[in-house]
């Protein structure tokens, strides 16, 4: 299942970008915080710790040891007794050992899940900062566009005002349309240096990093069609499969430790002789090898842990449940919003061909000498409009595929 769930979080990786030139540089930038991001960092030694776990069950008790001395040394037929040596292990049941290995590495496995969790969100999170930062570049780049349009209308209006076909008020409004343009970018470069901090720390690297973004995302001639299960193997429903099974194993580890526990030992009692017999077995130690078993017979709470774990296994199968209504509903959600922006964005695009058809048409009039510098404004903003308007949709679009590509197996 590990190998498994590897080839899947790289898989879902390759889907985080859908443009040729930005996949490789957005995929670059994921794999670049997948090996700096602490978090990421924590989840592998938190993995590290649970399998260490496994060496760690593979106990046994203690080895008891013990010795006594006689103050008062008991006299037996052969002998008075000095001293008591004693040795003591115990042994668990058949199986106990191997319960526990079991159970531990089932906790292991799903701490592994837990990362392939956290470098689906961190890919995620990579993503959409990357699409933030590609619609503010593109918006300063259409800002940059339209400032430079109304310079030209400006000195359309100066040459207008020198043969009486505009006025000294069409010119103050083309100058104040673009101090609002200008005001516009000044902003968005100051959202974007927020932005490039959060993509950086993301990264876990200095936040003035400069971030390579593609000039233009275009969106896919189609949309990528998905399964009916397409969330079937997803790492959080994966996470509660695992959850399911370390319950089970331990409960298996609870019926081994039920049964007795086997213990073997020896006493070895030094014996003096007795100074006025003669016979075989004066002064003859003592050494009696002793087997002995430990057996809980009031095991309350074994019955009780089972019946903990009977509820457990029954709360994270509703938690599986209530999750997969929760993904569920994202993933539709994501799909129906991510169809919206392709719908949002082919309309803009036809009425940003018509504004610029307006334009073509005022600009025309200028040569006739009707050119109406209030219209070709309105015209303007209308298509300043339109292409920001695009910009969102196009970055909504891939906003809204980088949650899908999270979701999806």
């Known amino acids: 299942m590990k190998s498994l769930l590897h080839i899947a979080i790289i898989f879902n990786f390759s889907l985080f970008t859908f443009h040729s030139t930005s996949a490789q540089t957005l995929e670059q930038y994921i794999n670049t915080a997948q090996q700096n991001n602490p978090e990421i960092q924590a989840y592998n030694l938190r993995y590290n710790i649970a399998e260490e776990k496994v060496n760690e069950v593979d106990w046994i008790p203690n080895t008891e040891l013990s010795a006594g001395y006689f103050v008062s040394e008991p006299e037996t037929r052969t002998g008075a007794q000095r001293a008591r040596f004693s040795a003591r292990q115990m042994l668990p049941w058949f199986g106990t050992i191997t319960a526990r290995e079991n159970y531990a590495s089932s906790m292991a496995d799903a701490e592994f899940v837990e990362i392939a969790i956290a470098k689906r969100k961190l890919a995620l999170a990579v993503s959409q900062s ?10 300063q780049r259409v800002l940059d566009q ?3 349009l109304l310079k030209t209308y400006e000195r359309l209006a100066l040459n207008s005002i020198e043969v009486g076909k505009a006025t000294a008020v069409d010119v103050l409004r083309l100058q104040i349309r673009q101090n609002e343009l200008q005001q516009q970018k000044e902003v968005l470069e100051q959202v974007y240096l927020g932005e490039q901090v959060t993509f950086n720390k993301l990264l876990h690297q200095d936040g003035t990093i400069g971030v390579t973004v593609v000039e233009e995302l275009l969106l896919p001639e189609e949309d990528i069609a998905y399964e009916a299960d397409a969330l079937s ?3 959080e429903l994966l996470k509660y499969d695992k959850l399911y099974e370390s319950i089970t194993q331990s409960e298996l580890l609870n019926q081994a430790e039920r049964n ?4 073997i030992g020896v006493d070895y009692v030094p014996v003096s002789e007795r ?12 050494f009696m090898p002793m087997l002995s078993v430990s057996i809980p017979i009031f095991n309350k709470q074994y019955d009780s842990k089972s019946k903990q774990n009977e509820l457990r296994q029954l709360e ?6 209530n999750r997969l209504n929760v993904l569920e509903s994202a993933f539709a959600k994501a799909i129906s919003q991510r169809n919206q922006a392709r719908i949002k964005f082919n309309t803009q695009q036809k009425n940003l061909k018509q504004a610029q058809s307006a334009e073509e048409i005022l600009i025309k009039n200028y040569e006739t000498g009707t050119i109406d510098f209030n219209d070709l404004l309105d015209i303007q903003e209308l298509q300043l409009k339109f292409q920001m308007n695009q910009i969102e949709s196009v970055q909504g679009y891939y906003m809204q595929q980088s949650i899908i590509n999270y979701l999806k197996q």
Not at 260 to 263: A, E, K, L, V
Not at 275 to 286: C, L, Q, R, V
Not at 316 to 321: L, P
Request: glycine letters at 6%.
């Open 275 to 286: 100074p006025d017999m003669n016979f075989s077995d004066n002064g003859k130690d003592i």
């Open 233 to 235: 193997l997803h790492p």
């Open 260 to 263: 007795p526990m086997i213990g």
């Open 146 to 148: 339209n400032i430079q």
């Open 130 to 139: 990357y699409y933030n930062l590609y619609e503010i570049i593109a918006q």
């Open 316 to 321: 994270i199968a509703a938690q599986k449940d």
